[in-house]
């Protein structure tokens, strides 16, 4: 299996790196811009089966650069694509405005679809193959503070479920990861796991990239990390005047003024 990675030099996207690469066989190309920290993961895992590409996925050439590699390296093979890299800026919409959307659109949005085009050739020739786009539980429900943010999510999970429609003929399966509050060496999340209340709604990085695994070569649909979280898609569908009520209640303020936006990388690309 070849698998390719974005965000990977930390958080959800280093974790993924390391649950990949236990598979028998497995060989990875890790996308980030860091690349100290790429070359020492790649360095770690082992770097006969593990190489880089320290890129911006913002620049124009970035997805070029990336299937090139790809091409070179691994002969065009590629049977995983995990679409994890991403980031958010809180801002209400009336202080950060069409700004705030569009640079949060690009990275979590533009980025991912780019490059989705970009290798879909060597995904497909490569079939049986997958494509895991880490998305959010904000991509189900939004909160004040997050309205870009969740913007872009619902964007990816929409165009996912298109994906998944379009591209089953030719066996590219396309999964879901909706992480919620993730602890990561940047925000750790003291202010709720510090409470009992509120622990329980925080996961690790390890548990994302097993969901990861099982969204991409175990072929699910999606997967909430912390699985309870799919309660809220639940509520928000049966009862959205209530959720509306709880989000922009006084617990949300203070998850919304205490913590980082929840999920994926904690800075723009790992």
């Known amino acids: 299996m070849v698998g390719l990675i974005t965000g990977a030099s930390s958080g959800i996207g280093e974790a993924a790196a390391r649950r990949l690469a236990r598979e028998p066989g497995a060989s990875l190309v890790l996308v980030a811009r860091r690349e100290d920290r790429l070359r020492a993961l790649a360095s770690e895992l082992g770097e006969d089966r593990v190489s880089f590409v320290a890129v911006d996925l913002l620049e124009e050439d970035a997805p070029a650069r990336i299937r090139a590699h790809v091409q070179e ?7 995983l694509l995990v679409n994890n890299a991403g980031s958010g800026w809180r801002a209400r919409f009336a202080d950060g405005g069409y700004a705030n959307v569009r640079r949060t659109m690009a990275l979590n949005f533009d980025a991912p679809v780019r490059l989705t085009e970009a290798l879909l050739p060597l995904l497909r020739a490569s079939a ?3 494509i895991v786009n880490v998305a959010s539980t904000s991509s189900r429900v939004a909160r004040a503070g997050a309205g870009a943010y969740s913007a872009s999510k619902f964007a990816l999970a929409g165009w996912s479920d298109a994906l998944w429609a379009e591209e089953r003929p030719y ?6 990861v909706l992480p ?3 602890s990561t060496e ?3 999340q003291r202010e709720l796991t510090e409470k009992a209340l509120t622990r329980w709604i925080v996961s690790t990085p390890e ?6 695994f099982q969204a991409g070569p175990g072929r699910k649909a999606e997967r ?5 979280y799919a309660l809220a898609a ?4 049966l009862t959205p005047g209530l959720v509306r009520r709880v989000m922009g209640g006084g617990a949300a303020r203070v998850m919304t003024t205490t913590t980082n936006l929840g999920e994926g990388p904690s800075s723009p690309e790992s």
């Not at 390296?73 to 049977?79: A, E, F, I, Y």
């Not at 548990?207 to 990861?212: D, R, V």
């Not at 909430?224 to 309870?228: A, C, Q, S, W």
């Open 73 to 79: 390296r691994h002969d065009g093979q590629l049977h």
């Open 128 to 130: 049986p193959s997958a």
């Open 171 to 176: 066996d590219v399966h396309v999964g879901l």
């Open 180 to 182: 919620g509050f993730i």
């Open 186 to 188: 940047g925000f750790p």
């Open 207 to 212: 548990n994302a990239a097993e969901a990861i």
């Open 224 to 228: 909430y990390v912390p699985r309870p």
């Open 234 to 237: 639940v509520f928000r569908v």
